[in-house]
């Protein structure tokens, strides 16, 4: 009983791939003869850039008449009553979505930094 071999090199019978006659093909075959198209691909569409508007005065009266210091710099300081770190947002645990707006434990931590 003759065992056939089969190349999985060139497809043909009678010989294992290493021992192959013929010569190994590219993985890639070669560009096209005169060099061919090339082809390229379009870049990643960006936004256009935009130079910043600055606040209209209508934007810092609702502002003032809010509160809002609207700078961050209450995340400067750990929350005392949920032990968020610098610069983290407060969370919630018990509820579906944790984070929170910093509690006012956090703004009063931060006005007493200010004041030592």
Partial sequence: MAILYH???CGQPG???SECPA???RKHPPPPPGG???IRFPPQFTA???APVPPNDAYKA???ERGWTGDGSVLTVE???CRAGRYRCCVNRGVETPKTNSHGAR???YRDQLAR
């Fill in 107 to 109: 703004a009063e931590a």
């Fill in 23 to 25: 010569p190994r093909q």
């Fill in 36 to 38: 061919g198209a090339v």
């Fill in 79 to 81: 929350c005392p009553w």
């Fill in 62 to 64: 609702a502002k003032a």
């Fill in 15 to 17: 010989h294992l791939k």
């Fill in 48 to 50: 256009p850039h935009t």
């Fill in 7 to 9: 190349c999985f090199g």
